[in-house]
């Protein structure tokens, strides 16, 4: 297939957009792939089109390989699902209704819809089945942000699996993680496959697959001995040991009067910052107060603290803590308090200065289990400095694009909307589900943050808008027609540049859309019959004759 530049819209651009920092927002707009419309809400332009299809074909390959069957499910959805699943609360999902009055909901990703005809499943003899789809979701996304990469709006490829037994849904999930694999190889994707936060979704067990990038909004922590990676948000790690006071065989209540930060604290008592705890109270949505404690300098991660308590919160209000506690944000503390108290695992060893529950107060010698009881879970960040939790090797933080991630689960959403099965004995089981997504905007813009250089993109050739870029410079257009139609019956898709411009701005052009190869016929062309190629991935030229590419 030969495209021809002149009548493709190819509406590229010299300068950067001025609200990106994302290096795939900044190419992929001025390449001509993409245009926002609002915030979060992208189209797709005929160059952008054909990688995003490029790539879909590669996952619907993978998926059918597996022996998943492709459907389409629709966008709008019914709420009573969504309230049947309990995920309707959820703030980032749209919901609308109609001249009716009838409730309807834009979701993010379709579980509830797959499970519902999951219902028409009867017998055992009819599972494992495996469904898929690639859907339009739609997110209330409060910060869009990075072109593709944080979306109100985009195409997913979520697929289901539907078992009978947690042994069906490792199976189901192990050949889904292969599927994912290949697509990322196929897709020239540098990524890692780790264990993850299921969040809303929920379920047992969840991996993420994650792209190495200049922006992104996850985490990675990797060792340097290659034997641990994880998703921050599930991160375990070794924090930095503290350097310990000496030991009180009571909690010492010490005035420190306009101390209100850990900072001021270790100054103050002249100790060191991670022999301090940090307090935060949070109201947990079926209203109750629960008192957070983490070392003085770690971070509360939310994710994980939401993961232990099994419920969604948010911050408590001054008014809320002074009535609990009887002092201020910056002075309180564990002991004597009749609230939960959820300790991170770092606090589980050692003494530490704390709040005392009175304005201007601090305890010092304060000893988880002799001074108060609270329940460990870790629910510190990962940090710089921390250590393999493995083989103690130092880690190291990398930003990273969230590609892929796959759940098990479980009977969450059957028994919610009523899935069942007969077993061999008749009896009425709920079936065992996975849930497994891939977004192609989302891998579009992992491989320009992995595949590009100073003068634009890259492309791998499995995605590659086109595999060649014909430029026909004035006097040689004859022979790039030919040249172009030699790599035409080759097999080639074929851009062919017969645009009245400058040499330069095709040159530009060429580098910036970046397919993998670029031929160029000029004025030499004419006199031996040859035509330039170019390597875009390396920069190597070579002079081939027409009949000979």
Request: aromatic share 8%; net charge negative.
């Amino acid at each position: 297939m030969i495209v021809r530049a002149s009548k493709l819209f190819l509406p590229t651009l010299r300068e950067d957009p001025a609200d990106a920092e994302a290096v795939s927002h900044k190419l992929l707009v001025r390449g001509g792939f993409i245009r926002q419309l609002s915030a979060g809400v992208w189209t797709f332009l005929p160059l952008g089109w054909r990688v995003h299809q490029r790539i879909v074909q590669i996952i619907r390959k993978e998926m059918d390989a597996i022996g998943a069957q492709e459907m389409l499910a629709p966008v709008l959805t019914p709420a009573e699902l969504w309230e049947a699943s309990g995920r309707i609360r959820y703030p980032e999902v749209f919901k609308l209704r109609d001249r009716n009055d009838r409730r309807f909901v834009l979701p993010m990703t379709h579980e509830e819809t797959f499970t519902f005809h999951a219902r028409e499943i009867q017998s055992y003899r009819e599972l494992p089945q495996f469904w898929y789809h690639f859907g339009t979701k739609e997110r209330d996304e409060p910060r869009p942000r990075g072109g593709l990469i944080r979306v109100r709006e985009f195409i997913m490829k979520d697929s289901y699996s539907f078992d009978r037994d947690d042994a069906g849904l490792e199976e189901s999930f192990q050949r889904h993680a292969a599927a994912y694999r290949r697509i990322f190889d196929r897709c020239g994707l540098d990524y890692y496959e780790v264990e993850a936060e299921p969040g809303m979704m929920g379920g047992s067990e969840s991996w993420d697959y994650l792209c190495p990038a200049g922006s992104g909004q996850n985490m990675l922590a990797l060792c340097e001995n290659g034997d641990f990676g994880a998703d921050t948000e599930v991160a375990r790690a070794v924090p930095p040991p503290p350097d310990f006071p000496e030991r009180l065989d009571a909690p010492q209540e010490v005035e420190t009067p306009g101390v209100s930060t850990i900072e001021a604290l270790a100054e103050f008592l002249g100790i060191d910052p991670r022999a301090t705890s940090k307090a935060m109270p949070v109201v947990t949505d079926d209203g109750t107060l629960v008192l957070a404690l983490v070392r003085g300098d770690d971070r509360l991660l939310e994710v994980k603290l939401e993961a232990a308590l099994q419920r969604s919160f948010r911050p408590a209000e001054e008014d809320e803590i002074r009535r609990t506690f009887g002092a201020g944000g910056g002075s309180i503390g564990p002991v004597g308090v009749s609230v939960e108290v959820v300790a991170d695992e770092a606090l589980r060893e050692g003494q530490f200065a704390a709040g005392a529950n009175r304005d201007g107060w601090h305890l010092r010698g304060v000893e988880a289990g002799r001074d108060f009881e609270p329940r460990f879970a870790d629910i510190r960040e990962v940090g710089e400095g921390d250590r393999c939790p493995n083989c103690g090797g130092a880690l190291r933080l990398q930003v990273a694009l969230e590609v892929g991630h796959i759940f098990k689960l479980g009977t969450r959403f059957p028994q919610a909307l009523g899935a069942t099965f007969l077993d061999e004995d008749g009896q009425e089981r709920p079936i065992v589900m996975g849930s497994y997504g891939i977004g192609p905007g989302r891998v579009m813009a992992a491989i320009v943050e992995q595949h590009h250089d100073e003068l634009g993109i890259r492309w791998p050739a499995s995605v590659a808008p086109y595999d060649v870029h014909v430029v026909a410079l004035p006097g040689a257009e004859e022979i790039a027609e030919r040249a172009a139609e030699r790599l035409d019956a080759s097999g080639k898709s074929v851009l062919l540049d017969d645009r009245d411009a400058r040499a330069g701005e095709k040159f530009a052009d060429a580098d910036l859309i970046g397919s993998p190869l670029r031929v160029t016929a000029g004025r030499k062309s004419l006199e031996d019959g040859a035509v330039d190629v170019r390597d875009r991935a390396t920069g190597e030229d070579r002079r081939v004759a027409v009949e000979e590419l």
